[in-house]
C-alpha cells in the first residue's frame, strides 16, 4: 500500500458524509473532477473500491462504509481538539482551591479588567479537581516538594480580626478563634499549636472553632464573630480593605503555600499574561 493523503481521506470523508461528489466538492470548494480524482487515487493506493459509482449518484461500498466509520470519528476528534485549543487560546480557564478563588482571585477580577483588558478568565473550583491539561491549575500544598518554577507562595499564619473584637485580650476575655482543618489528610496541620507555642499562648485562652475550608474561617471574622487564624495570602484583601487587622503578635512560618500543576507545560500568551499578573499580585 503507498502512501495515503490526508488531503485524500479528508475529500473522501466529507463525499461519504454527503453521498455525492458535487456536493463535497461545494462544501470543499473544489470541482467534482478535483473530488473524483482524490478517490481515485485512494482507492487506487488500498486497491479496493469505496464508492459504488451509478450515472448520477453513487454510495459507499461495504469497505468504504467501515473507513467513513473511522474518518468520521477521526476528523470529528481532531476538529474538537482544534476548537478546544481555540477556546484555550481565546480564554483563560483556571482550575483552584474554592479558598483561593473566593479570597483571592475573584476580589482582584476588577483589577485584572483594568489592566489586562482583552483577558477573559474563567474559573473552576473544587478541591479534588479532575487536571484539565488546557486549564492553569493552582493548588494549596507543601511547596518544599515541587519545583521552584512552580511555587507561587510560601505561607505565613497569624491570627486576624475586626478591631471590636481586637480590643478583647486573649488574657482576660476567651475568645472564639476560627481555624482551618483541610479536608486533604495528606497536608501538614495549620502551624496553629506552633504560633501558640511561639506566643507563649495556650488553647485554653480562645473558644477555637474547625471549618474544613479557610475561606469560611474568614468569613466568620468578617462578620465580627471571632479571630481567624489563617493564611497571609488568602487574608490580604480583607487586611488591605481594612474589614480586619492582624493581631500583635508574631506570624508562624510553614511550608504550605500555593503552586502551579504543570508549570512547564507549554502555554498560551494569554496565559502565560495572566501569571505574570498573579505573580505581581501574589508578590
Known amino acids: 500500500m503507498g502512501k495515503i493523503s490526508m488531503q485524500a481521506l479528508k475529500v473522501f470523508d466529507v463525499a461519504a ?31 479496493i473500491a ?28 481532531i476538529e474538537n481538539a482544534i476548537n478546544a485549543l481555540d477556546t484555550q487560546a481565546q480564554k483563560v480557564k483556571v482550575q483552584t482551591t474554592s479558598s483561593f478563588a473566593a479570597q483571592f482571585l475573584i476580589p482582584r477580577l476588577r483589577i485584572l479588567a483594568t489592566s489586562c483588558p482583552d483577558l477573559e478568565v474563567e ?20 511547596v518544599q516538594k515541587v519545583a521552584q518554577i512552580a511555587k507561587l507562595t510560601l505561607e505565613l499564619f ?33 502551624p496553629w499549636q506552633q504560633w501558640l507555642q511561639k506566643n507563649e499562648l495556650t ?8 471549618f474544613d475550608q479557610e475561606s ?4 466568620e471574622a468578617i462578620a465580627g464573630s471571632g479571630l481567624v487564624f ?26 504550605l503555600g500555593y503552586y502551579l500543576v504543570s508549570p512547564l507545560a507549554s502555554k498560551t500568551q494569554k496565559q502565560v499574561q495572566f501569571i505574570h499578573w498573579l505573580s505581581a499580585q501574589l508578590n
Open 17 to 47: 458524509r454527503h453521498g455525492s461528489f458535487k456536493l463535497a466538492a461545494q462544501e470543499l470548494n473544489i470541482s467534482a473532477t478535483a473530488v473524483s480524482h482524490h478517490i481515485s487515487n485512494l482507492e487506487s493506493r488500498l486497491n
Open 158 to 190: 497569624n491570627l486576624y480580626g475586626s478591631k471590636e473584637i481586637l480590643r478583647k485580650s486573649p488574657n482576660k476575655d476567651r475568645i472564639k478563634v476560627y481555624v482551618p482543618k483541610w479536608k486533604n489528610p495528606l497536608l501538614p496541620s495549620p
Open 123 to 142: 474559573i473552576a473550583t473544587g478541591e479534588q479537581l479532575v487536571h484539565d491539561p488546557q486549564a492553569i491549575s493552582i493548588r494549596f500544598g507543601e
Open 216 to 219: 469560611y474561617c474568614i468569613d
Open 230 to 255: 489563617c493564611s497571609s495570602t488568602l487574608i490580604k484583601h480583607a487586611v488591605s480593605s481594612k474589614i480586619l487587622s492582624q493581631c500583635n503578635y508574631s506570624a508562624q512560618p510553614s511550608q
Open 50 to 77: 469505496l464508492f459504488t459509482r451509478k450515472t448520477r449518484e453513487v454510495s459507499l461500498t461495504d469497505t468504504g462504509t467501515f473507513l467513513a466509520k473511522a474518518t468520521l470519528s477521526g476528523f470529528s476528534t
Open 203 to 210: 488553647e485554653t485562652a480562645f473558644d477555637v472553632v474547625y
